[in-house]
């Protein structure tokens, strides 16, 4: 759903418009700031991590992907029909 559009102030001067291009673009300044702010965040460099934590990573990875499969196989056996499937 989009947002519901706000009514459009009426300007009557020029030094009105003025005033809000400036009012518009602080908002887009801050608004760029916190985008960037939180998309830096997003991919923050792990630390160098050793052999055994990378091999211990990789096998908690392997089990859980396992588990996920094995789940989902247990329940669409068991509760197919609210899949579709016959």
């Known amino acids: 759903m989009l947002p519901a559009k ?5 300007f009557r001067t020029l030094d009105e418009i003025r005033l809000r291009k400036e009012q ?26 050793s052999k055994g934590e990378f091999v211990s990573s990789l096998i908690t990875n392997s089990v859980t992907a ?3 499969f094995l789940l989902v196989r ?6 197919r029909f609210l899949f579709g499937k016959r």
Request: charged fraction near 30%; glycine fraction near 0%; charge should be positive.
């Open 24 to 49: 518009l673009y602080e908002d887009i300044q801050r608004d760029n700031q916190q985008f960037s702010t939180l998309w830096n965040q997003i991919f923050v460099r792990r630390k160098d991590v």
């Open 74 to 79: 247990k329940l669409l056996k068991n509760y």
């Open 66 to 68: 396992v588990d996920a």
């Open 6 to 10: 706000k009514p459009e102030p009426s």
